[in-house]
C-alpha cells in the first residue's frame, strides 16, 4: 500500500511539471543513465586488461627472478640473500627463497606467513602457482615457484599499486565525463524542447488572443506532419468560433435594430393613450400603467443590447470633451428621482477630465440603477482624485457583494446570487454592471467592487485617467511569426 501511495505520489508530481521540463528531465536522465552505462562498461574493459597486463608482467618476471635464484644456488658458497638483493625487484614487490628448510627475504618486514596459505601449500606439493590477495589494505599478486634442483623455493609478491592508481584517475574522469554528458544532455534537451514546442506555444497565445477578444488570429500552417494536423484543426475551430460570435453579434444587432421600429409605434400609441388615460376606467388604466412600465423596460433592454453589439462590433468609439468631473457627477445624479447625497474632494471640485459625458452619465445611471435594484438605493456618491487618476465611488448599504461574486458581477447576463430573495425577483436582465466596465475600459479606466464603510453594503468604485486615454483599447502582444492574421491564413490555403 506504502508503494502504491508512493508511485501515485510521484506520478502526480511528474504531472505538475511542465512538458518543456519533462523534456529536459528525459534527455537529461536518458544521458546519465547511458553515461552511466558506458562508465561501467569502459571501467570494467580497462580493469580487466590492466589487472590482467600486470599479473602477466608480474608473473614473468617472478618466473624470470626464479630461474635467476636457481642458477645462482647452483655456484658453490652462493649466499641466498646476496642472490635476491641482486635482483633488482621493482619498488613494492618483495622475494622470498626457502632453501632446505632456512628462509631468506629481501624485506624484513615479509615472512613465509604473509603469502597465502594456499600458495605456500601449491608450492610445497612442487606446484608452481599464483594468487592475488590483499595486504594492509593494498591488492597484491603472490607467485611462487618450486626449485627441486637446489632443494629450494622461491616466493615473490608484487603490488597493484600503480594499478589502483590508473583505476582511480579513470574513475574520477568517467565520474566528470558523466556529469558532463548529463549536463549537456539537459542542455539539448531544453533546446530540443523549445524547438518543438514553440508551436505549441504560438498557438497557446493565438489562443490567448483569441480569448481577449482578437477573434480574427490564426496560427501559420507548419510542414511537420503532426503539427501541422494541429494547426490545421486549430484554425478551422478559431474560424467557426469567430463566425458563430459575429453571427450571434449580428443576430443581437439585427433583433435589437428590429425591435426599435415596433418599440417606437407602441410608444407612440402609449402616448395616444396617455393622452386620454383619463377618460380610461380604473381598470384600464391600472393596465396602462403596466404596460408604460413593460415598455420602458423593454426599450432600456433593447438599447442595452444595442450598446453591446456596438462594443463586440468594434464600433463603440469616444467623443471626448473636458468636463469638470465634480459638476457632471452632481449633474447626474441629480436627474435622479430619488436624492443620493453627493460628496466631492476639496481637490476634485475644479479638476477637468476628459470624458465623453453619455457615456460617464450611462455608468452612473446603471449603478445607481444597480444599487436601488439590489441594495435598497445608494447611500452615497463621491468624487475624488489620486495621483493621475479620478476615483467616483458609489456606496450602499445593502447585503453587500462576496468575494467570489465581485469579478462576476461585471460579466453580461450576470445578475448575482440570489440576497435576501431581491436578485432573483429584479427586473435586470444583467447587462448593467456589463456595460459599465466596458465604458470605463472604452476611457482607459477600471471599476471594481469592494466592502462599503464599517464592512456594511458595498463599493462600487470607478477610476479613470485624468487625462485624454492614449489608447482606449490594451496594445496588441506581439504573438511571434506563427500568429498571424485570418486573411493571410485563409490567403495561403486557397493558394
Known amino acids: 500500500m506504502a508503494i502504491a501511495q508512493r508511485g501515485a505520489q510521484t506520478r502526480r508530481r511528474a504531472r505538475r511539471l511542465g512538458l518543456q521540463a519533462r523534456l529536459t528531465a528525459a534527455f537529461a536522465v536518458g544521458a546519465a543513465l547511458l553515461s552511466a552505462f558506458l562508465a561501467i562498461v569502459t571501467y570494467s574493459l580497462v580493469r580487466d586488461n590492466l589487472v590482467s597486463q600486470r599479473e602477466s608482467d608480474a608473473t614473468r618476471q617472478a618466473y624470470a627472478d626464479a630461474r635467476a635464484i636457481r642458477d645462482g644456488l647452483r655456484t658453490t658458497g652462493a649466499n641466498p640473500l646476496d642472490l635476491l638483493l641482486d635482483l633488482g625487484l621493482p619498488t613494492g614487490a618483495s622475494a622470498f627463497v626457502l632453501v632446505d628448510g632456512r628462509p631468506y627475504t629481501s624485506d624484513v618486514a615479509i615472512g613465509l606467513n604473509e603469502f597465502p596459505e594456499e600458495l605456500r601449500q601449491d608450492v610445497a606439493e612442487g606446484r608452481p602457482a599464483r594468487i592475488r590477495y590483499e595486504l594492509a589494505g593494498t591488492a597484491r599478486l603472490a607467485v611462487g615457484v618450486p626449485l627441486p634442483a637446489v632443494d629450494a623455493a622461491y616466493f615473490e609478491s608484487a603490488a597493484f599499486t600503480e594499478v589502483e592508481d590508473a583505476l582511480g584517475s579513470l574513475s574520477i574522469a568517467l565520474v566528470v565525463a558523466g556529469l ?63 463566425e458563430r460570435i459575429e453571427r450571434d453579434g449580428r443576430f443581437a444587432s439585427d433583433v435589437s435594430h428590429e425591435l426599435r421600429s415596433p418599440l417606437t409605434t407602441l410608444s407612440a400609441s402609449i402616448e395616444v393613450l396617455q393622452g386620454r388615460r383619463d377618460e380610461m376606467p380604473e381598470r384600464a388604466q391600472a393596465a396602462l400603467d403596466l404596460l408604460v412600465a413593460d415598455v420602458q423596460r423593454f426599450s432600456a433592454m433593447v438599447e442595452d443590447l444595442l450598446e453591446i453589439s456596438r462594443f463586440d462590433a468594434g464600433n463603440a468609439s469616444l467623443h471626448l470633451d473636458d468636463v469638470r468631473i465634480a459638476e457632471l457627477v452632481t449633474m447626474a445624479v441629480r436627474l435622479r428621482a430619488r436624492p443620493v447625497p453627493v460628496e466631492v474632494e476639496a481637490g476634485a471640485v475644479t479638476r477637468l477630465v476628459q470624458v465623453d459625458k453619455r457615456r460617464l452619465v450611462r455608468v452612473l445611471a446603471n449603478l445607481l440603477d444597480n444599487a436601488d435594484a439590489y441594495a435598497g438605493g445608494a447611500t452615497g456618491v463621491t468624487v475624488e ?75 462600487f468604485v470607478v477610476e479613470l485617467p485624468l487625462g485624454a486615454p492614449s489608447t482606449p483599447l490594451p496594445e496588441e502582444e506581439d504573438l511571434g511569426p506563427a500568429a498571424v492574421p485570418a486573411a493571410e491564413v485563409d490567403e495561403a490555403e486557397a493558394r
Open 385 to 459: 482624485v489620486a495621483d493621475d487618476h479620478a476615483l467616483i465611488t458609489v456606496t450602499d448599504a445593502g447585503p453587500g457583494i462576496d468575494p467570489p461574486e465581485r469579478e462576476r458581477v461585471f460579466e453580461r447576463f450576470s445578475r448575482g446570487r440570489a440576497v435576501a430573495g431581491q436578485r432573483s425577483t429584479s427586473d435586470g436582465v444583467g447587462l448593467g454592471l456589463a456595460l459599465v466596465k466596458e465604458h470605463v475600459g472604452l476611457h482607459g479606466g477600471r471599476v471594481w467592487v469592494e466592502d462599503g464603510p464599517d464592512g456594511v453594503g458595498a463599493r
Open 180 to 242: 558532463l554528458t548529463t549536463i549537456a544532455g539537459a542542455t539539448f534537451g531544453t533546446a530540443a524542447g523549445r524547438s518543438v514546442l514553440r508551436p505549441l506555444a504560438e498557438v497557446r497565445q493565438a489562443a490567448v488572443a483569441i480569448a481577449g477578444g482578437r477573434l480574427d488570429t490564426r496560427v501559420t500552417t507548419v510542414d511537420d506532419a503532426d503539427l501541422g494536423a494541429l494547426v490545421t484543426s486549430f484554425n478551422d475551430m478559431a474560424r467557426a468560433l469567430q
